[in-house]
């Protein structure tokens, strides 16, 4: 059974750092890997999609890697601001139709 | 606006009623999911379904049953709901191709409540 876990689970950071958060995944067999944003009370939107041929997706200032073998994935901000402070959840599709959710990272970027 | 409508934003409801939570997508997929959010718990996946045909019942409970009747909508039909229950109810779609090669966009949610 897959499971993900993100850490750190909560962030706090200074308006303008560069800032990592990390998504390690247990089964490395997967199809693609999406990263979302979810503000609170609030539906998940889509950052990026990494598809499993794929090592890396930048949008902007973000950047998210993909390691399928060590089981990894980072999702890079850049230049942080007070508008990116939600929670980050990173989300991996295996066979059998499984889309499996870490439990997410809370990121506060304090102005 | 990510193309996925989902309504009523929010539900309370007794233990005995019966309700449904509704979500319509405007972006031609063919695939469309519910997933259930609680508190201090990652995202279960809960019902998939592609091209109408239902692919995936992961272990719900009877007392959720899904309903799907053309590419563009799904329903969750709710009756004899428990406290635990309560939780922010999510809908979902991606594009054809097969199920789990596409990317996920998703609703606002259904916040529901059971008294």
């Known amino acids: 059974k897959q499971e993900v876990t993100q850490i750190p689970a909560a962030l706090s950071v200074p308006e303008g750092e560069n800032l990592v958060l990390n998504c390690s995944f247990t089964?490395?067999?997967?199809?693609?890997l999406q990263w979302f944003r979810q503000d609170p009370g609030k539906g998940l939107t889509s950052l990026l999609l990494?598809?499993?041929?794929?090592r890396e997706q930048t949008s902007g200032r973000l950047n998210a890697s993909l390691d399928k073998s060590s089981g990894r994935s980072t999702l890079y901000i850049a230049a942080s601001q007070p508008g990116d402070s939600a929670t980050y959840l990173c989300?991996?599709?295996?066979?059998?139709?499984?889309?499996?959710f870490g439990g997410g990272t809370r990121l506060m970027v304090k102005p | 606006e990510t193309g996925v409508t989902q309504t009523p934003r929010h539900l309370v409801m007794g233990m005995t009623n019966k309700k449904s939570l509704k979500c319509e997508q405007h972006?031609?997929?063919?695939?469309m999911y519910w997933y259930k959010q609680s508190a201090k718990k990652p995202l279960e996946l809960m019902f998939v379904?592609?091209?109408?045909?239902?692919?995936e019942n992961n272990s719900v409970p009877s007392r959720f049953s899904p309903e799907c009747p053309n590419s563009s909508h799904l329903f969750l039909h709710l009756h004899t709901l428990q406290p635990e229950d309560s939780a922010l109810y999510l809908c979902?779609?991606?594009?054809?191709?097969?199920?789990?090669?596409?990317?996920?966009?998703f609703g606002e949610g259904s916040r529901l409540t059971v008294l």
């Open positions: 979902a779609s991606s594009p054809g191709g097969g199920v789990g090669t596409g990317e996920l966009f």
């Open positions: 089964d490395s067999a997967i199809y693609n």
């Open positions: 990494i598809q499993s041929s794929q």
């Open positions: 989300a991996v599709y295996n066979a059998g139709n499984m889309l499996t």
């Open positions: 972006l031609g997929h063919n695939a």
């Open positions: 379904y592609s091209l109408e045909e239902r692919v």
